[in-house]
């Protein structure tokens, strides 16, 4: 799988969109990727992943270069709640092993202010 | 729906001693994980599974043990604990099939484990 780079720390004013980028430069065409979350001492929450195409669901948006090297995943309003480690992975679609791993790098830490 | 459950949610164990980290899902899920969590540091990977009777190391996987005798549980088994094996540790579930495999995986709550 493909490795990702995040900046180690962000910080975002309350109610302001926060952007979180993620350098992925040797992903492969057939990798997604996918974005994570870890609220302080709890499990890894999903938030969204995608191909190519932008997505969007009801927690964000995820935003892809066309050549695919990176991307970055938009919180439209941050709020407090949304204080979090945030990991961004990419992996392939399948890989027809039947093996299925998500490698968690450090993430970037995002820090909303009220 | 109960998703994924671990417990215990807190172990101190003294150096040398065994125990079993329970994890179970009620989603149906073929594919299960372990990891584990060093403070300041990204999850990594002890053990994982893609449905009862088949589990594989992952990245990490010395001084751990697992089984998958059925589909819903996943224990992870120390049995000579070390200090080193301080950590938070995370199960996790997700769907195998193969029209799913690009869906989200579910984490436990985590069970925070202490070697002294």
């Known amino acids: 799988d493909a490795k990702t780079t995040q900046p180690p720390s962000m910080d975002c004013a309350e109610g302001r969109a926060a952007n979180l980028p993620c350098n992925h430069s040797t992903i492969s065409g057939n990798e997604y990727v996918y974005w994570y979350r870890q609220i302080h001492s709890q499990g890894p929450q999903y938030i969204i992943h995608g191909l190519k195409n932008n997505e969007t669901n009801e927690m964000a948006s995820l935003i892809i270069t066309e050549d695919r090297k990176s991307s970055t995943l938009i919180l439209p309003h941050a709020t407090l709640r949304d204080t979090a480690v945030y990991y961004c992975?990419?992996?392939?679609?399948?890989?027809?092993?039947?093996?299925?791993?998500?490698?968690f790098g450090k993430g970037t830490k995002l820090s909303v202010i009220p | 729906n109960a998703g994924v459950t671990q417990t215990p949610k807190f172990r101190i164990l003294k150096i040398g001693q065994s125990m079993t980290l329970q994890c179970t899902q009620d989603?149906?899920?073929?594919?299960m994980y372990w990891y584990r969590q060093d403070p300041g540091m990204g999850l990594k990977l002890i053990y994982y599974?893609?449905?009862?009777?088949?589990?594989d190391k992952g990245e990490v996987p010395n001084g751990y043990n697992v089984s998958r005798s059925t589909t819903e549980d996943f224990p992870l088994r120390l049995e000579l604990a070390a200090p080193s094996q301080t950590s938070v540790y995370f199960c996790?579930?997700?769907?195998?099939?193969?029209?799913?495999?690009?869906?989200?995986?579910?984490f436990g709550q985590g069970t925070r484990l202490t070697v002294v």
């Open positions: 992975i990419v992996r392939a679609a399948y890989s027809g092993a039947g093996s299925y791993q998500l490698t």
């Open positions: 599974s893609v449905g009862a009777g088949i589990t």
């Open positions: 989603m149906n899920h073929n594919y």
């Open positions: 996790a579930s997700k769907s195998g099939l193969k029209e799913d495999l690009n869906t989200e995986a579910f």
